[in-house]
């Protein structure tokens, strides 16, 4: 894999984090690379139980990405690929099998944001009633 690709490939694992960001607030980042595996994810994520392989690619080899994923994730993640051709938005490739436990992942995390947002405006009300 020559320069560019690889450079194409970090750009697409940022990009797929701050979407991950925008959408969900999960506090993703790009991964530390090393080999693949569940310990050098593509983005790293608060969202527990989900591996996500990012391919930022025109023609994406949809199968072998996905054995990708299955590999490189852990017994108890849901595998997932994030895929963007140029100029098209983002996709979600996985398994029907993986959808409760992503579904459940996503769902646990709005809580758990749901949960801090509505104690920081309690704390916030009984700071401003003098509490």
Same mark, same amino acid.
């Given at each position: 894999?020559?320069?560019?690709?690889?450079?194409?490939?970090?750009?697409?694992?940022?990009?797929?984090? !701050? &979407?991950?960001?925008?959408?969900?607030?999960? @506090?993703?980042?790009?991964?530390?690379?090393?080999?693949?595996? +569940? /310990?050098? *994810?593509?983005?790293?994520?608060?969202?527990?139980?989900?591996?996500?392989?990012?391919?930022?690619?025109?023609?994406?080899?949809?199968?072998?990405?996905?054995?990708?994923?299955?590999?490189?994730?852990?017994?108890? !993640? &849901?595998?997932?690929?994030?895929?963007?051709? @140029?100029?098209?938005?983002?996709?979600?490739?996985?398994?029907? +099998? /993986?959808? *409760?436990?992503?579904?459940?992942?996503?769902?646990?995390?709005?809580?758990?944001?749901?949960?801090?947002?509505?104690?920081?405006?309690?704390?916030?009300?009984?700071?401003?009633?003098?509490?």
């Amino acid at each position: 894999m020559g320069k560019a690709s690889r450079d194409k490939g970090k750009r697409g694992e940022r990009e797929a984090a !701050q &979407a991950l960001n925008d959408l969900l607030g999960c @506090n993703a980042r790009r991964g530390i690379q090393f080999c693949g595996g +569940e /310990d050098s *994810p593509d983005v790293k994520h608060e969202l527990d139980g989900v591996h996500f392989e990012v391919k930022r690619t025109e023609r994406l080899d949809l199968w072998s990405a996905l054995s990708q994923a299955i590999e490189d994730a852990g017994p108890d !993640q &849901a595998p997932v690929v994030m895929h963007r051709p @140029n100029r098209k938005p983002w996709l979600l490739v996985l398994r029907l +099998e /993986d959808l *409760p436990r992503l579904v459940q992942s996503v769902s646990n995390h709005m809580v758990d944001i749901a949960d801090i947002h509505t104690t920081t405006y309690i704390e916030s009300e009984e700071y401003d009633a003098g509490l």
